[in-house]
């Protein structure tokens, strides 16, 4: 199973960024996918996860409202749109496959493969 993420990089406050994330080697259509980031110096944290449909997502309380996750199975692909970002959302995103079919963790143990990181750095 590969991730292959893209679309970081450097962005001024407020400004916005699209990442996606394709996925091989499994049926993706029937999987959670997640997002998680990793600062420096920080442990990774959950951003936002959605289940299998696409009908149910779940965010961090810091980017509900400017984040939003979304998928196409026909593409086998994961987005994570990056509106308003701000300095605080600098970090490497990792998109990740969900373990279990059933619901959306935030925890990291809950998933199994990961992609590469996309670097976002968020200029002040």
């Known amino acids: 199973v590969q991730l292959q993420a893209s679309g970081g990089g450097l962005v001024q406050a407020g400004g916005s960024l699209r990442l996606s994330c394709a996925i091989s080697g499994r049926t993706f259509s029937t999987y959670t996918m997640g997002w998680f980031r990793q600062a420096p110096g920080k442990e990774r944290e959950f951003v936002a996860g959605?289940?299998?449909?696409?009908?149910?997502?779940l965010y961090t309380d810091s980017v509900k409202g400017r984040l939003t996750v979304s998928r196409d199975n026909a593409k086998n692909t994961v987005y994570l749109q990056m509106n308003s970002l701000k300095p605080d959302d600098t970090a490497v995103y990792y998109c990740?496959?969900?373990?279990?079919?059933?619901?959306?963790?935030?925890?990291?143990?809950?998933?199994?493969?990961w992609g590469q990181g996309t670097l976002v750095t968020v200029s002040s």
């Open positions: 959605i289940d299998w449909s696409g009908s149910s997502q």
């Open positions: 990740t496959h969900q373990k279990q079919a059933i619901g959306i963790s935030r925890m990291v143990p809950m998933y199994d493969y």
